[in-house]
């Protein structure tokens, strides 16, 4: 605690580097059989991942790393060659027809197989916790990467703890929590609960593994940080790894004095913005909400937007592929699509938390979970959900939100049942739409 605390005071690429030491030390050197890293937004876990991945695979160490997703694997392996292109990877993939993204072919490096036979003797072997759960060895590997490991159920692993000796666990212990398609409430609380996430099972049962964070986030800005590290990381703070001059949003196209210029306008000033409707209980696809959002975005490209950071002191222009919108429900996504096909705009991301997780832009646009809604129930308050949709930018974040969400709040206090053993998630959703809608209260526009 003396460490981190000393660390927090340190230039922020200081304080990153003296935590990515240690943990590779405990990594590389440690004698526990496991290590695991808490990593905000874009605290550079992945550029962890491919150190640890390059500095095992240096030192003789055969390694497997286990990620939750295709497009996760897939990311990994191309960033492994890029940066080490000496060092052979293997991909093991499913025997579907397109198992893997191609550009990997691209790789010399990377050899690509549905059978792990094939890639044993590689240095490094990557692929999904799905695929390892189908893997046999009679010779385990010496050390595994576990990727996005607060998103990896424990029952997933379990199914791949037997092949490896040790392994490092990296993970964002703000974002949205496992996924389980069945009710999980009859396991609630014991030891063995197969839908908790696999470090807090892990952690249940080995609770002397050494613990370590990433303190600096490089991708929100430091007008974003301070609140999302205080939300939704009371007790693992962070720092930007940017100040306040560092960044900047500018458009060449002047405001027409409409809300939605005026939002934008405070967005590329402050780093928030909050575009409210007025007060209305409406469908999940509230269509005024919906074309706000359209519109929101319609103008952040038609006004020439350009942004300035420490990747770029020249202007970079802000294009279409830069901006994402983030909702909660599938639907909304869809009639989002719809409204910017009707408004000609192309080429934005327009997905719900689940799938932005992990993803940068420099600018989003979000719809609140809370918005019209008559009541707030544990899916809306989910913590990581807000988490996720108020850390995906680099630069500015307009919300569109109907007005009356405290008071919604105010009236629908958390009742989820208190279970034995079950650890108090905190802060918890409730607590945490106060902290943000708090914040977006002083850079509100009324639409």
């Given amino acids: 605690m003396r460490l981190a605390r000393a660390r927090e005071s340190l230039p922020p690429g200081e304080a990153a580097a003296q935590a990515t030491a240690a943990i590779l030390r405990d990594t590389l050197h440690g004698d526990r059989p496991g290590?695991?890293?808490?990593s905000p937004p874009g605290a550079g876990k992945s550029t962890l991942v491919v150190r640890a991945a390059r500095e095992l695979a240096a030192a003789g160490r055969r390694l497997m790393i286990v990620a939750q997703t295709n497009a996760q694997v897939d990311d990994l392996v191309d960033r492994l060659a890029r940066e080490d292109p000496e060092l052979l990877v293997g991909r093991l993939h499913s025997s579907d027809p397109e198992p893997y993204d191609r550009v990997l072919d691209t790789h010399p490096s990377v050899r690509p197989?549905?059978?792990?036979?094939?890639?044993?003797?590689?240095?490094?072997?990557v692929?999904?916790?799905?695929?390892?759960?189908?893997?046999?060895?009679?010779?385990?590997?010496?050390?595994?990467?576990?990727?996005?490991?607060?998103?990896?159920r424990s029952d997933a692993l379990l199914a791949v703890a037997g092949l490896f000796e040790r392994a490092l666990f990296v993970g964002d212990p703000g974002q949205l929590d496992p996924f389980s398609q069945v009710g999980v409430e009859q396991w609630a609380g014991l030891t063995y609960d197969p839908s908790a996430s696999a470090v807090s099972t892990l952690l249940a049962h080995n609770p002397d593994l050494?613990?370590?964070?990433?303190p600096v986030s490089w991708r929100l800005p430091a007008s974003a940080a301070p609140l999302v590290s205080r939300a939704f990381y009371p007790f693992?703070?962070?720092?930007?790894?940017?100040?306040?001059?560092?960044?900047?949003?500018?458009?060449?196209?002047?405001?027409?004095?409409?809300?939605?210029?005026?939002?934008?306008?405070?967005?590329?000033?402050?780093?928030?913005?909050?575009?409210?409707?007025?007060?209305?209980?409406?469908?999940?696809?509230?269509?005024?909400?919906?074309?706000?959002?359209?519109d929101v975005v319609r103008r952040l490209l038609a006004r020439d937007?350009?942004?300035?950071?420490?990747?770029?002191?020249?202007?970079?222009?802000?294009?279409?592929?830069?901006?994402?919108?983030?909702?909660?429900?599938?639907?909304?996504?869809?009639?989002?699509?719809?409204?910017?096909?009707?408004?000609?705009?192309?080429?934005v991301v327009v997905d719900t938390a689940?799938?932005?997780q992990g993803r940068e832009f420099d600018v989003t646009v979000v719809?609140?979970?809370?918005?019209?809604?008559?009541?707030?129930?544990?899916?809306?308050l989910e913590t990581g959900r807000l988490c996720v949709l108020a850390s995906r930018h680099r630069h500015a974040c307009v919300v569109v939100c109907r007005a009356g969400v405290p008071e919604l709040l105010d009236d629908h206090p958390s009742t989820e049942p208190v279970q034995l053993g079950v650890t108090v998630k905190f802060p918890d959703g409730w607590e945490a739409n106060h902290a943000v809608l708090a914040l977006l209260a002083e850079h509100r526009v009324e639409l």
């Fill in 35 to 38: 290590v695991v890293v808490d």
């Fill in 113 to 125: 197989s549905a059978k792990a036979a094939d890639l044993a003797e590689l240095p490094v072997v």
């Fill in 127 to 152: 692929s999904t916790a799905a695929k390892w759960a189908w893997v046999k060895t009679d010779t385990p590997w010496e050390h595994a990467i576990v990727d996005e490991a607060y998103q990896m």
């Fill in 210 to 214: 050494p613990q370590h964070r990433l």
């Fill in 236 to 294: 693992t703070p962070f720092t930007s790894g940017t100040g306040p001059d560092d960044r900047t949003l500018a458009f060449a196209g002047a405001s027409d004095g409409s809300p939605v210029d005026r939002v934008i306008d405070e967005a590329a000033a402050s780093g928030w913005g909050l575009l409210e409707l007025p007060a209305r209980h409406t469908p999940r696809t509230d269509p005024q909400a919906v074309a706000a959002v359209a």
């Fill in 305 to 347: 937007g350009e942004t300035r950071s420490e990747r770029s002191h020249d202007g970079v222009p802000l294009t279409a592929d830069r901006v994402a919108v983030g909702t909660a429900h599938r639907d909304q996504a869809a009639a989002v699509r719809a409204a910017l096909a009707a408004r000609d705009v192309t080429d």
């Fill in 354 to 356: 689940n799938r932005l």
């Fill in 367 to 380: 719809l609140h979970p809370l918005s019209g809604r008559p009541d707030a129930t544990a899916f809306h």
